[in-house]
């Protein structure tokens, strides 16, 4: 009895393990080359602009992050303290938020946002006050929530946890105990205990330039995480972590930082904006159809998959690198920061339509004229981009 007990055993260990293994193998795999690589005019359709309202309280200096729900965009601004707008979707200036000082429901400096339209929340990090502000959709202030100094730069809420993000300069730029993983998990009591941590990290992305700083986003089927500098996106589910896409580039013309690259920004105190080198950025958007990230910073690619039909096309929204010497022709083409009902959101920040002399003149396309000859009566705010994606 006993060979047949443990021969029972091993085949039983076997079989956990391999429905262990298949469990953590990502919903997507998504490799990607140039051989599929789509110019972004032949991908955006139904492309337009929705004008921020101009009035004094709607003026935003920079559009740090933005998020669509209940018909409203919320635009977050780091400047000035920080700051929240909120904008119909045709740009009328609906309210603000905005609350500076050493109060309970004040903030000395606001470093993100993060928006649960499904629990009716907003959180503000204010990573100076060591605190998090939560309000409703309407801007109702609901309670500050105390955080640790490890806990300061962005914190999501999503069924009563919150996931806070860790990142290598927290720790002096190099990774110790503390930054070692992406999450920490916190409850939603006073207290914001510490109840578990989640995602290793796994190259020091501390020197990394970047266009969003976030890595929470409201995926279709829950929280995702993008690390900066790692090929898989997560999905959060409570205490638990799953892979939910991978990225594997396939082709030859694109070159990765390599931990030496990497150690070697940390010792000389070098930003890594992806000039001469790429790397897998910490930004993601997901529709019902499309996943799409952005593969760099300066001079940045996208990532387009169809889940539907398995599709991948490399493309390129516009980058700083396009416009480095003149208005890019695809400044009207920004890279999407969130979907909301068939369509994608970008930010394009109109101080660069301002800019004089050579580097607009005779650049500026035809899309943009309306908001050229604006821009030059200063006569406008920000402008939201909106389009739709079709491969």
Excluded at 165 to 180: K, L, Q, S
Excluded at 225 to 231: E, G, I, Q, S, W
Excluded at 308 to 332: I, M, N, P, Q, Y
Aim: net charge negative; hydrophobic share 35%; glycine share 6%.
């Amino acid at each position: 009895m006993k060979p047949r007990i443990c021969l029972f055993l091993v085949i039983l260990s076997l079989f956990c393990a391999c429905s262990e293994q298949k469990a953590l193998e990502p919903v997507y795999k998504i490799t990607f080359d140039e051989k599929n690589f789509v110019d972004v005019r032949n991908v955006v359709n139904d492309l337009e602009f929705i004008l921020l309202d101009t009035i004094p309280e709607a003026n935003i200096s920079n559009i740090t992050d933005m998020y669509i729900c209940n018909d409203r965009i919320y635009c977050f601004s780091n400047s000035n303290s920080g700051y929240v707008c909120v904008f119909s979707l045709d740009g009328d200036f609906l309210f603000k938020i905005s609350h500076v000082g050493k109060a309970k429901n004040e903030w000395l400096k606001l470093s993100s946002m993060y928006v649960n339209d499904c629990e009716n929340r907003i959180v503000l990090t204010d990573n100076y006050g060591l605190k998090i502000l939560e309000y409703t959709l309407d801007g109702e202030y609901v309670r500050t929530v105390p955080i640790q100094l490890i806990n300061n730069r962005e914190n999501g809420y999503h069924s009563g946890y919150y996931y806070s993000v860790t990142n290598p300069y927290m720790t002096g730029d190099r990774i110790a105990r503390e930054t070692d993983h992406l999450i920490n998990i916190c409850d939603s009591t006073s207290k914001f205990n510490n109840v578990s941590e989640l995602i290793d990290v796994k190259q020091n992305s501390a020197m990394i330039m970047q266009e969003r700083v976030n890595r929470l986003y409201n995926g279709e089927n829950g929280l995702l995480a993008a690390p900066t500098l790692d090929p898989t996106v997560y999905k959060l589910d409570g205490l638990d972590v799953l892979p939910y896409a991978d990225f594997e580039y396939t082709g030859n013309k694109l070159q990765f930082y390599t931990d030496e690259d990497i150690e070697e920004g940390v010792i000389k105190n070098l930003f890594m904006g992806g000039l001469k080198k790429s790397f897998y950025s910490g930004s993601i958007v997901e529709s019902p159809q499309y996943l799409i990230r952005r593969v760099g910073y300066a001079d940045a690619v996208d990532v387009i998959y169809d889940k539907k039909t398995g599709k991948t096309v490399l493309t390129r929204f516009d980058s700083d690198k396009l416009g480095e010497r003149h208005l890019s022709e695809l400044f009207a083409y920004k890279t999407p920061y969130c979907y909301y009902k068939g369509f994608y959101y970008g930010k394009l920040t109109t101080d660069l339509l301002s800019f004089p002399g050579q580097y607009t003149e005779g650049h500026v396309p035809k899309e943009l004229t309306e908001l050229k000859e604006l821009s030059d009566k200063n006569l406008i705010n920000n402008v939201i981009v909106r389009y739709k994606i079709s491969l």
